[in-house]
């Protein structure tokens, strides 16, 4: 089979067996097929998606063709001899960490759909809508979930300068911490002035599981005379994932974000059910429980009004929601709370807490985060107001 070879050799080959005169017919124009790939939930457009097109062709080796997505999912798989194809959709170069699927939303090939391909013919609208693998999250954007004026005047950097204002922003993807630099930052202040951060760390939240994080520290402005600062930008090139990703991914441009006033209390910014994979060398992890939830807030949290590490009272209070197959909502209090004492002096504990629950229903998915007013205080000491947190997707 001349022509089915064709295909499997280098295009400079092809030259030479077209030379006779009568090949024309012989040397036929490859199909291809295209379509649009996006992730569950919400149906985000991913670039780097793998697609694969794979073609068992008669007395020859497998024959495959891959091509990552685009931006805005579209892809397209050229070069394509006429025969029927199997067609796969995997995590390629996304660097989030999907199930595997075949055309048709089937996870084995077996029963995956042929899709036969004829001459030269163009075969549209292959779609398909990935799915997270079990122990990942979806979240395949990046996202800026909060910046919050923390403290004024008194914090420092690893230069040595003191006196300094914090902001500590949150994400939902870990940032990568030697993407990390302070010029990638800037800080509009009321007078539309803009500043640099000094210093842009992963510090107090400085664990592996903790990258969401990053404090920018620097002279901000004034909360009794003003400027004060309202908005940051990332200037700079970061890089991150999605909890539980394999790859670190190049952030894009992020939407600017507003910045919390000083005076402001603390809140609920995320919430995610830690997997083995990201929490087993956690140091101080739950020493407790079956299942174990991040709660992550805008600012560092501690005991209000005592300002000591959180005990009791805020144990007691949190309740991490769960939906159930039957539709029934769970409210289920911690057995403990964990991620506490993360380091000497209470004034730098961190912005997360961990619930430690007891064994879930089969199928619970989580919801949600609450937890009532004052019992929780920022470094500057305000209160938290109620939280009732919800899981988006
Ligand atoms: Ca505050
Ligand atoms: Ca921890
Ligand atoms: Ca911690
Ligand atoms: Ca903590």
Not at 260 to 278: K, R
Not at 312 to 330: E, W
């Amino acid at each position: 089979m001349l022509i089915r070879r064709w295909w499997l050799v280098a295009g400079a080959l092809a030259v030479v067996l077209a030379l006779p005169a009568s090949a024309g017919a012989e040397f036929a124009q490859p199909g291809w097929i295209e379509g649009v790939v996006s992730v569950a939930p919400g149906g985000t457009h991913v670039e780097g998606i793998e697609v694969c097109a794979n073609a068992e062709i008669e007395e020859e080796e497998n024959f495959t063709q891959c091509q990552q997505s685009k931006a805005d999912g579209s892809y397209e798989v050229t070069g394509l001899p006429e025969g029927k194809y199997r067609v796969s959709f995997s995590s390629g170069e996304s660097g989030l960490k999907l199930v595997t699927q075949y055309w048709r939303n089937v996870t084995t090939p077996g029963p995956a759909t042929l899709i036969p391909i004829g001459e030269g013919q163009q075969v549209t609208n292959i779609n398909a809508e990935l799915q997270p693998a079990a122990g990942s999250i979806g979240r395949p954007q990046p996202k800026i979930l909060s910046a919050s004026w923390g403290t004024e005047n008194a914090v420092g950097c690893p230069n040595g300068t003191q006196g300094l204002d914090n902001i500590p922003t949150t994400f939902n993807w870990f940032i990568r911490r030697a993407s990390i630099q302070p010029t990638d930052f800037r800080i509009v202040r009321s007078d539309g002035t803009v500043a640099k951060p000094t210093c842009a760390l992963q510090f107090p939240p400085n664990e592996a599981d903790e990258a969401q994080t990053v404090n920018l520290i620097g002279d901000f402005g004034d909360a009794a005379s003003g400027p004060t600062p309202v908005a940051i930008r990332v200037v700079g090139a970061l890089q991150g994932k999605a909890p539980g990703a394999p790859k670190w991914h190049k952030i894009k441009r992020l939407p600017k974000a507003g910045v919390d006033p000083l005076s402001g209390g603390p809140y609920i910014v995320d919430a995610w059910t830690l997997m083995p994979s990201i929490y087993r060398g956690d140091q101080n992890r739950c020493a407790v429980g079956k299942a174990f939830v991040r709660v992550m807030w805008s600012n560092g949290l501690t005991a209000y009004p005592s300002g000591e590490e959180v005990g009791a009272a805020v144990t007691a209070s949190y309740r991490a929601l769960y939906r159930l197959p039957n539709g029934k909502t769970l409210a289920k209090a911690p057995l403990e709370v964990a991620d506490l004492h993360d380091h000497e002096s209470s004034f730098n504990a961190d912005n997360m807490h961990d619930l430690c629950l007891a064994r879930l229903p089969r199928g619970a998915r989580l919801t949600g985060v609450t937890i009532a007013a004052n019992l929780i205080q920022d470094p500057n000491g305000d209160p938290n107001p109620a939280q009732k947190f919800r899981v988006r997707g």
